[in-house]
Structures are given as structure tokens and as C-alpha cells.
């Protein structure tokens, strides 16, 4: 393995140098701001096209549209670190209020400008869409046009985005500067330290019991300090995404998430019946993972607990190296860009007190650059977590010569690149154990990831589902979120476990969310399409790379239905591929039942 010592901190200055007191920031959104009044004054003096041959000026509308967004996107990636690596920066928030009224702004404009859209007769559209600057854009074209025709008057749509500032997104904002507050208490070496949430989040995977049930007792205290807070938040961002919606008519609550990730219903709908079919087999899994911690059933807390008396550690060095040389076997495009990657630290990985919870990445299209943010302790999980972020680095950089406005791909196709990658690791580490109990350790941690997508994220979706139906009818109380989760998190894990996490919904980011709601079916599809992608690449070898940037490529200009047709040739609404990928997941749980009889 590689001896390069590689940061643990990422560069940011190579974007905006100063951090929150950038002055290049600062010019860079007074330039946003410039770019914005621009395009909003060229898309209202913008006479729809007559005929075919009306080309010139819709086209340099399009290219406005892309640098806008591209502006946007880059501003918003900006905050989104400094936020992330400390969130006692409270000029960081600040920008970031400054950030989503952009983004709002632009989104009244693209609201003006699909309106405009629609106003363009149909026969006129289809001769429009043939023209040799427009052909590689029908998709996106269509799609947003299609979905300008199911919302309300540009006024009225503009209007929602105005107010969406101090509505979704200020409960947003509201709900991250309540998670800046929160410290969790936990006594180390007679010292009584105050953890981060992302560090008290990693002693869940802690080998020692007592430490996973001190630091969940000590995390529950500290999310339910706040939890009439974090329920009002919720509440009220819940209430305003349903008024817009009762306002267009949209009667289902999945109609957005399910547009948002060009999805149809009834996929869903079949793979989360395959999944349920085969629940028992996971059931299984955390029985026997029970007994072999010497429980009679699993807590909440216990789930992401190792197996054995030891734990395997990886440094950071000898994380990205596992990484690298795995990712090598794949393909040498992915194993390039991995490694550039770490040599000009766009990765934030340092254990330390003040940073947000979780793992993410970010793009910022103006540079061909991506960020990584993750708080890194040495585990297997932690390695996975990293393979799993640099996946979705490696998306944007396949997407690099698509065009821009064919970029933007939803978050279950996203996830399929992230898991992808993740796998790639998952099984070398697997395959590559020096012992027995090294195989099995590391045989039950890829199960344990298996099972979060079939049972974590599942409770999260009947969770959500069943709180936006409730809200409907007016306030839901702390105590009735409680019960909703629990109830949820009984359903999902088939009542395997002996305590739940109530708190939950308060504690997981993602509820609060403010793009898209739902985020969390995306993450289960995006597993088992990678399953499906994944297997193909062991039938073909390195070859394969190619094959699948270009699959990559079209993540943005089509359904998941048609992707999965035409790179796959599969049907994504019959069970049949749902069934192979969860298959795949549950001979690893046979593995893992044999190998500890």
C-alpha cells in the first residue's frame, strides 16, 4: 500500500480564499446577484418562439439559465463546507441566508421562464425541439415543461418563492442552528468530554456495550432538550410543502419526491414489496448477531455494533490507500480521480469537536471540482462512508463533458454511483481478510449496510409518509412523533430489536431537508441498481468502466425507467430485477448464518 500522507482537511481556499471573510466570496455573490437581475430582465423581455427557426435568442436564454445555476450551485457548495466543518461559524450563516434568497430568486425566474414555456403551441415546441442546438436538451426541456403545466400561475408560483425563503428554508436554517447547539456529554479517561453529534454518532459503533448505551442515553437527553423545537421545525416546514401543494391540487405526498427523482409510483411500490418479502432473512441476521453479542435482542444502539472482541482499524492513510488500490481493479479512471482526490485534499476527514453530524459531497461546477466531508475514526463503516462519498465525486466528474443543464440527475441515481463504489469495497474487504474472523467482521458490517437500506431507511419512509398524511390535519406533537417513529422502526425491523430510537426523526437530517422531501427511498433504490450494475461489471472486467461512465452520463436526460432499459435492459416496475439485487444480500446473510452456527 501507498506510504503518502494525505490531509485530513480539505482546501477550500482554492475556491474563495478567506473562508466566511472572503472577499472573493463576496464578489462572487454580488456577481451572482448581477448574472441573476440579467437573466431575469432577458427572460421577461423574451418573446416565445414562432416557429422553428426562432432559435437564436431562446438558446442564449438557455445559456443564461446554465451560468446562473452554475453560480448558484457553486455558492451554495461554498457554504455548505464552511457550515459543515464548523457550525459555531455564525457568519457562515449568514451567507447562508444570503445564498438561499439567491436561490430563490432564481427560482422565480425559471418559474416566469416555464411558464413562457407552456405558452409555446405544441406543434411549435416539437419543431423547436428538433433544431441542432436543442436536440441533446429535449429531455430536461419536456420535463420542465411538463411539470410548469401542473403548478400554479408564474404570480402565484413566484410568490412561493419568495416567501419559501423565511418558509421551508428558514425552518431549515432553524433546524441546523439548533444542531450548532447540541453537545453530548460522554466521561473518557476520567474526562468528562463534549462531543460533536457526528462524534457522539460514531460510538455507536463502539466494541465496548457500555460505551454505545452511555453515549445513546446521553444522545437521547440531548435531542429531546430541544425536541419541542426540532417538532415545531418540523411542523411548520411539513405545513408550508403541503399548502403549496393543496394549492396546485397535488393530492399525493409522494408527487414531488417521485417527479424530483423521475421515478414512477409504481417502482417504488415493487421494491418495497420484494424487500418486505424477504425481511425474515434479515430478521435472521439480527437474531443471530444478538446472541453472539449475548443479548436476547439487539437495542437501537446496538445494531451498528461490531462483532468479536476486536475491531478492525484503518489510519486515514491506510483507509485511502485500501481504497485506491480496490478502486484500481475497477477501472483506471476511477482509480486516477480517486487519487487526485486525496492529493489535493478535497476531502474533510479530522475527528474533532464543532463539526456538523454525517458525510456528504458537494460540486462546484464553475471549478470541475467536488468536496467530501465525513468525520473519520478508523472503522470499516468509515472506510466504506469515504469509498461511498468519493462515488459520488466520481458521478460528477463522469457528467464533466455532459451539458450542463443535462447534469442535473436526482438523488437515487446519484445513489447508485455512492453505493456503487461502496460495494467495490465492501467486497474487497471481504475477499481480502487475512482470517476467519477478520472475513466474518467484515461479511456482517456489509450485511449491516444491507440491512440499513432495507430496514433504517424503510422506517424512515413509513415514518414520513405517515407523518405528511397526519400533518395534513393540522400540528403533530413531540409525543405523536415519538410514537410514529417507534412505530415505524417496529414495522421496518419486523420488531427484531428491544428498544428504538424515538428521537429519531429529530436527530436525522434528512427529515428537515428542505430541496426534496423523502430523502430517503432514493438510498434503497440507489443500492439495489448499483447491486444490478455491480454484477455486470464482475461479468465484464475493467472493460466495463466505459460502459458505465456512459450510464453515468445519462443519469440526467432520462427516467430511471428508460436508464435502466437502455444500460441494463431491465424492467424497473416487475419484480424480477428487485428480486436478484435482494437475493444477492440475502446469500450474504446465509454466509454469515453458516459461518456462525
Not at 409504481?266 to 418479502?277: F, G, N, P, R
Request: charged share 25%; aromatic share 12%.
Amino acid at each position: 500500500m501507498s506510504t503518502h500522507t494525505y490531509s485530513l482537511n480539505w482546501d477550500l481556499d482554492v475556491f474563495f480564499k478567506g473562508g466566511s471573510d472572503s472577499e472573493d466570496f463576496h464578489k462572487h455573490l454580488s456577481n451572482l446577484a448581477q448574472k441573476l437581475e440579467h437573466f431575469e430582465k432577458h427572460v421577461s423581455d423574451w418573446d416565445i418562439p414562432k416557429n422553428e427557426n426562432d432559435v437564436a435568442a431562446f438558446s442564449q436564454l438557455l445559456k443564461d439559465f446554465q451560468e446562473a445555476a452554475q453560480m448558484q450551485r457553486q455558492a451554495g457548495a461554498f457554504v455548505s463546507c464552511l457550515q459543515a466543518q464548523n457550525t459555531n461559524d455564525l457568519e457562515a450563516n449568514a451567507l447562508r441566508g444570503k445564498v438561499t434568497n439567491y436561490g430563490a430568486k432564481l427560482q422565480t425566474i425559471l418559474t416566469t421562464f416555464d411558464k413562457k414555456l407552456v405558452d409555446i403551441l405544441d406543434e411549435q415546441w416539437a419543431a423547436l425541439l428538433q433544431h441542432p442546438e436543442m436536440k441533446e436538451l429535449q429531455f430536461i426541456l419536456n420535463e420542465r415543461r411538463t411539470q410548469a403545466k401542473e403548478k400554479l400561475s408564474k404570480e402565484q408560483e413566484a410568490l412561493i418563492q419568495v416567501l419559501s425563503v423565511d418558509g421551508y428554508h428558514g425552518w431549515g436554517e432553524m433546524y441546523d442552528t439548533l444542531v450548532s447547539q447540541i453537545k453530548v456529554p460522554f466521561e473518557e479517561d476520567g474526562h468528562l468530554k463534549e462531543l460533536s453529534v457526528g462524534q457522539a454518532h460514531n460510538k455507536f459503533s463502539d466494541a465496548d456495550p457500555l460505551v454505545r448505551k452511555t453515549i445513546f442515553s446521553n444522545w437521547q437527553s440531548a435531542w429531546n432538550a430541544h425536541a419541542d423545537s426540532f417538532a415545531s421545525t418540523l411542523n411548520h416546514l411539513a405545513g408550508f410543502r403541503l399548502a403549496v401543494y393543496k394549492e396546485r391540487g397535488w393530492d399525493s405526498v409522494l408527487k414531488e419526491a417521485l417527479s424530483y427523482n423521475r421515478m414512477q409510483q409504481k417502482t417504488l411500490d415493487v421494491m418495497w414489496e420484494v424487500i418486505t418479502d424477504y425481511k425474515q432473512h434479515f430478521v435472521a441476521y439480527l437474531e443471530r448477531k444478538a446472541k453472539m453479542l449475548g443479548k436476547e435482542k439487539l437495542s437501537f444502539y446496538d445494531v451498528s455494533a461490531p462483532i468479536g472482541s476486536t475491531e478492525k482499524k484503518y489510519t486515514y492513510q491506510e483507509g485511502a490507500a485500501f481504497i485506491m488500490e480496490h478502486f484500481s481493479a475497477f477501472g483506471n479512471k476511477l482509480a486516477a480521480f480517486t487519487k487526485q482526490a486525496f492529493e489535493d485534499r478535497w476531502i474533510e476527514a479530522e475527528d474533532r469537536s464543532g463539526k456538523r453530524p454525517g458525510g456528504f459531497c458537494t460540486s462546484f461546477p464553475m471549478s470541475g471540482q467536488s468536496r467530501i466531508f465525513m468525520t473519520y475514526s478508523g472503522s470499516p463503516s468509515n472506510v466504506s462512508t469515504l469509498a461511498h462519498e468519493l462515488g459520488h465525486a466520481f458521478h460528477s466528474y463522469a457528467l464533466r463533458d455532459v451539458h450542463p443543464l443535462n447534469r442535473n440527475y436526482a438523488m437515487n441515481v446519484a445513489e447508485t454511483a455512492s453505493t456503487f463504489a461502496e460495494m467495490i469495497v465492501a467486497d474487497a474487504s471481504v475477499k481480502n481478510a487475512s482470517s476467519e474472523e477478520e472475513k466474518l467482521t467484515l461479511l456482517e458490517d456489509k450485511i449491516n449496510r444491507s440491512a440499513t437500506f432495507f430496514m433504517n431507511i424503510y422506517a424512515r419512509f413509513l415514518f414520513e409518509t405517515r407523518f405528511y398524511e397526519e400533518r395534513k390535519d393540522g400540528i403533530v406533537s413531540k409525543d405523536r412523533l415519538n410514537a410514529l417513529m417507534m412505530e415505524a422502526q417496529k414495522e421496518a425491523y419486523g420488531d427484531a430489536l428491544e428498544e428504538y430510537d424515538p428521537l429519531f426523526w429529530a436527530s436525522k437530517l434528512h427529515f428537515f431537508i428542505t430541496s426534496v422531501p423523502f430523502y430517503n427511498f432514493p438510498y434503497t433504490f440507489g443500492y439495489l441498481f448499483s447491486l444490478g450494475i455491480y454484477a455486470k461489471a464482475l461479468q465484464t472486467g475493467k472493460d466495463y468502466e466505459e460502459k458505465y461512465i456512459a450510464l453515468l452520463q445519462d443519469t440526467g436526460s432520462m427516467t430511471v425507467e428508460e436508464l435502466a432499459k437502455k444500460h441494463l435492459d431491465v424492467d424497473l416496475t416487475k419484480r424480477d430485477f428487485w428480486e436478484q439485487g435482494v437475493k444477492l444480500c440475502v446469500d450474504d446473510v446465509k454466509a454469515f448464518l453458516s459461518m456462525t452456527e
